[in-house]
Each structure stands twice: as structure tokens, then as C-alpha cells.
């Protein structure tokens, strides 16, 4: 019974409407969060049988392989398309005939494949757009490239059967009949690597900077949002307000001594991460200058100029949540609805960093794409990715939007700072069951 | 004499319409001990925030050595320290350290934030626990602390809203004899109160507030004598009941 008694009182304190609302918040999000990425999956599985392919040998054999490889797209609720390419300019041709990718077969293909029975080279060209996860789901080759060895090897098989002889020569042809030539194209800019090969180089490099922005953004938030409501807590504020010491001053100080520690937390994180990251990727072996010197030529290596913009960005993300925090800190009761008050940012700063991890937000619905955009951060989560596939009105709109977001805030944390809403505004927690004094 | 302080119909409205003070007006003279006493919710502690320029005044003004809180608040708050009632310290300093970061701020060099600490560190009689954490004081120790900490300074005009509470008898007789001191060395004091033998004990004049109004000022003994009573506890409940009556 006194359990009971005890443990309903617990209970009741424990789940108020703040917590309600977090657990809902946290709900929503997910399902959302959710929501895209089944999307992204449908629609990259829907796509994942459909191959373009552009025939520049012309000849009945390849005109062979490309029926049978149409009949196993078929038979895999896929489609083939046959497109032309007229010059080795893929980012220019890729654009003209509005594709992701095509498999290129070269001129010279049957010579090799069924004269000379050596293994033949295709070509595999994608354009990649993001660095996300889902948005590149249909990007590897290893789909188109399997279901055109097996037609290939199927019609040579046809030949063969149709002539009735095979010399060893054929036989051992036939375990490995083509080979993958793979061509990336970012922007305007094309480099023989393969997309999945950048993918898991950049997906090490690209996971840094979200985590790290993540964590400062709420390390910043929390450490001047307990700053602020601290002092209202422990009722320090009315002292230190009334000393000769200006209100800005106050601000300013708390502002810069969250944001300096929450640096160091960063780089204490990035160090870390990347000591983590650069024992993972020396540990598979990675021929890193190769695909180093592959990247910057596709411009998938930030400049320093860009490491500067990407810069500007954060610092603007931080400025805003530290602004948020500020005002969100005044309006905290007590120590509860202190932390139940960091959920906004804590919602506003997952949503972009799960979608900008898993999928290209510029390629989501629009309604979606405003929902993510009128999050101040998401624009920071976007910017290495906006500056290396040159989305420059991408990046420079959310520069502008971010300045303006910071510039609204401040007002309002400013305006709020130095009035007596400091001292009134509350919202949250046990309601005072004293009367007030006066 | 000269004034240190002086209140113009203060008034203050939270919501348009409805008054927390209103016209409040009276002043504290150099070395005077002033205690402002009232019922919940009288507007004791309006009155005093707004002194204390924490909060704006939507009526009148006061000047606090002549600086008007209106327009010079900074200047205002270079003479006054304030003790807010249920006041607290910043638990994870010493004791020593808070009156240091104090002194620090009230400060203009570095010898007067020595001269500050060994004061403030005199008027505590915290000893060795000055060294210890804040966060391990005991509900009086902090207050002490805090009223050490108002007073170290020498403000021209301490403001001190219950500045005995949590003290026990001997403390609290301690902190008034001190501020009787100091109030006779040239330091103001504006006070507030529910103990009314401490007010009686402790003020020069007393200023009875009900309803956001300042009703009566007077000193103790004047007051005792216009209303036929025995004591101030006496005088404030019939000035608050004729208040409630008119």
C-alpha cells in the first residue's frame, strides 16, 4: 500500500505533459524519419532492375546480348533502355539524355568477347548527386553489371550450342567473360573509379562532420540553457543583475564560455573520431593517395575556401542554438522542465542528421524538402555535401536563411534579456505553490 | 541631511491595469535604516526590484544618489547591493571564491577586491568553511554568506529583502547589530520584513505597504503613538485593516 501510494506520487511527478509531449515528439519524428526511408528504399528498389545501356560495338552479337539482357530485366519487373552516347564527355551526355547511369558497351566489344575469346571490358558511368545512403541504394554497378555477364555468357552459351563445339579456350572464357570498367561523374567532372568506392571513402570522412555538429550543437544548447536557467533556479540572477555589470555583458560572457567549451568537447570528439576512423580505413587497406587524388578531381575534396564556408555554417548553427538555448533557459521553472526545454533543439537538430546520413534531402517531396529547410541546422548538415556537388543556391539560401534565423533570434533572446521577462517569463514545472511575495 | 534615496510615485503594472505598486514616494537619508513592511503580496518586493533596476518602472522614478533608475540604471547599480529573499550562491564555488567573484565585480582595482573579501570574510565569521564548497552550507551559512556578500561593498544603499531569514536568534541578533554599525558609519539600508520585532529593533522609519500602496511612514515610535498601539505588529494590522476597510 505505502508503495503504491509512493510509487503513484512518483509516477504522476515523473509523467507530466512535458514528458508526454517529448515522448510524442520523439514518436513523430521517428515515423517520419521512417517514412523516408521507406521511400527512398521502394523507389531505389523499384529502380534497381531497370539498366540503360548504349551499344557503341553494333554488332548481331551485342544486339543478342542486349535482347536476353532485356528479357532478364523483364523477368526481374525491371526495364532496359537503349540510349546513344556520342562522346566520352559523360557528364555532358549523361545530362543530355537526362540519366543517372548507363552501361556502355565500347566499340571493339565482340572482336574481344567472341573472336578473340578474351575477357571484354564494359563501362559503367553514374552521376552521383549525394553522398547519403538511400539516395545511392541503385548507384552500385554490381546489378547491371551480373545480369549483362549472365546475358553475355548466355549468348555465347546459344552460340556455342547452335555450332555444337567449344574448345577449352571458350570454356575458360565463359568463368569470366567481362569485365567492369566503372566511370563516376560529379557535376561536370568524371573520374574512372567506381561510385561505391567513394561511397565508402567518403562515407568514413562525411560521418565526422554531422556527429561532430550534432554534438555541438548539443553540447552548446545544454551548457548555456543550464547556464541560464541555473541562475533562475538558484535564484543567483536577481544578484548578479542588480551588480554593476550590464545585462550584454552577462549574455555575452555565458554565450562565450558555452560556446568555447562546447569546441573543445568538439575537437576532443573530432580527434577521437578521426584517430577511430583512420585505424578503420588503414585496416582495409585503402590505397588512399590513388582515391585521394580520384576525389579531388571530382571535387569531392573540400577546398580550403570551402572548409571556410563549411565553417561559417557551423558557426552559424552554433550561434542559433546557443540564441535558442537563451531563450529557452529563461522560460525554465525548475531543474525538469530545464531539460524537458532542450527537446526542441534535441528534435530540430536529429531530423536533418538522420536525413542527411541516409538520404539526399534536395531529392525529398517538396513539402518534406520545406519542413527540412525551415530547420536552421539542416542547412549546416548540408553544406559539405552542397559544397562538393556545387548546389551553390542550395548553400548560399541557407547561408542567408541561417543569418537571418540568428539575427531574429538574438533579437528575441535580446529583448527578452534585457526586460523584466527575464524574471516573469516561466513555463514548465511545479507551479509555485507559495503565493508570490509581492 | 543628505539623501541617498528618493522614491517618486513608483508604480509598476505587470499587466496594463492592474498595479503591483503605485505610486510609492518616500526617501532614505545617508545613514539611515529604512524597512519597508507589508502583507503577501503588498509589493514589498516589486518596489524593491525596481529600486534595484531589475525590473522597469511604468510610473514615476527614484534616484538613488542621484542617479535616476529611469535613465541611468547602470550608475544606479555602482551604489546599491541587493539581497534578494530565498537568495542563493553558486554552489559549486567555495565560499571564499564566491566573495572574490563578488568582489570582483563590484570592484575598481585589485586592492579593493581585497579590501572587499577580508571585509566581507569578517562580517560571515564563516572561517575555515569559507574554503569549503557552497553546495555544503547549511541554509543559514549561505545567508550569511550572502548578506556578507551585500554588504562588503559599502554601498551607498544596501537594499535587503528579509535578510535574517534562516538564521537562527543569535546570527540574526548578530547581523542586525551589524547593520546597525554600519548604518551609523554612513551606510543606508533599505529593508524588508515580516519579523516586526526585528523591524522594530533594526529601523530608523518604517514605510507600511498594502495593496501596492504605500500607506504610512513614520518612525516606529511616531506610528506606536498615532495608532494607540502597543507595538509595530499592532500598528500594521489596523493601518492594513483601515486600508481594506476604506
Sequence with gaps: MKFFSLFKKELRDMLNAQTILTMVGIVAMLVIIGNIFSDSISESAKKSGDIVICDMDGTDFTKSVIKALKEDCEANDGSLEEVEIKSEDYAKELKRIDQKQVLIIPKGFTELAKEKHQTAKIRFVQRMTSLAMMSNLNTGSSTAFETFKNAVKNTIYQDKLAEDKMTPEEVKQLEDPVELEEITVVGNKQEEISSSVIMSICATQNMIVPIILFVLIMFASQMILNAISTEKIDKTLETLLSAPISRMTVLAAKTLSAAVVALLQAACFMFGSSRMMSGMTSGIGVDSDKFDQALKNLGLSLSAGQYVLVGVQMFLSILIALSIAMILGVLAKDAKSAQTLLMPITISTMIPYCLSMVSDISALPIALRAVVYAIPFSHTFMATENAMFQNTAVYIGGLIYQAVFLAVCIKIALSIFMSDKIFTMSIGGKKDKKKKKA | ?246
Design chain 2, 1 to 246: 541631511m543628505e539623501k541617498v534615496l528618493e522614491v517618486k510615485g513608483l508604480g509598476k503594472q505587470y499587466v496594463k491595469g492592474v498595479y503591483a505598486s503605485r505610486d510609492v514616494t518616500f526617501d532614505i537619508k545617508k545613514g539611515e535604516i529604512f524597512a519597508l513592511i507589508g502583507p503577501n503580496g503588498a509589493g514589498k518586493t516589486t518596489t524593491i526590484r525596481t529600486i534595484a533596476t531589475l525590473l522597469k518602472t511604468t510610473e514615476g522614478d527614484a534616484l538613488v544618489s542621484g542617479h535616476s533608475i529611469l535613465t541611468e540604471p547602470e550608475k544606479v547599480r555602482e551604489c546599491i547591493t541587493y539581497l534578494p529573499d530565498e537568495a542563493g550562491a553558486y554552489k559549486n564555488m567555495t565560499g571564499r571564491a564566491y566573495l572574490e567573484f563578488m568582489a570582483s565585480i563590484y570592484a575598481k582595482d585589485g586592492q579593493d577586491v581585497i579590501d572587499y573579501v577580508n571585509r566581507g570574510v569578517e562580517i560571515c565569521e564563516l572561517g575555515e568553511r569559507l574554503n569549503d564548497k557552497i553546495s555544503s552550507y547549511s541554509r543559514g551559512m549561505t545567508r550569511k554568506l550572502l548578506l556578507a556578500r551585500a554588504i562588503m561593498p559599502k554601498p551607498d544603499l544596501a537594499i535587503l529583502d528579509e535578510p535574517t531569514s534562516g538564521l537562527d536568534i543569535l546570527n540574526a541578533l548578530e547581523i542586525r547589530r551589524t547593520i546597525k554599525k554600519l548604518a551609523a558609519d554612513g551606510m543606508s539600508f533599505l529593508l524588508s520584513s515580516h519579523n516586526m520585532l526585528e523591524i522594530e529593533f533594526v529601523s530608523d522609519r518604517v514605510g507600511i505597504i498594502a495593496k501596492g500602496m504605500l500607506l504610512e511612514t513614520g518612525t516606529p515610535e511616531e506610528l506606536v503613538a498615532k495608532y494607540e498601539a502597543r507595538n509595530l505588529e499592532e500598528v500594521f494590522e489596523k493601518v492594513v485593516k483601515i486600508r481594506e476597510v476604506l
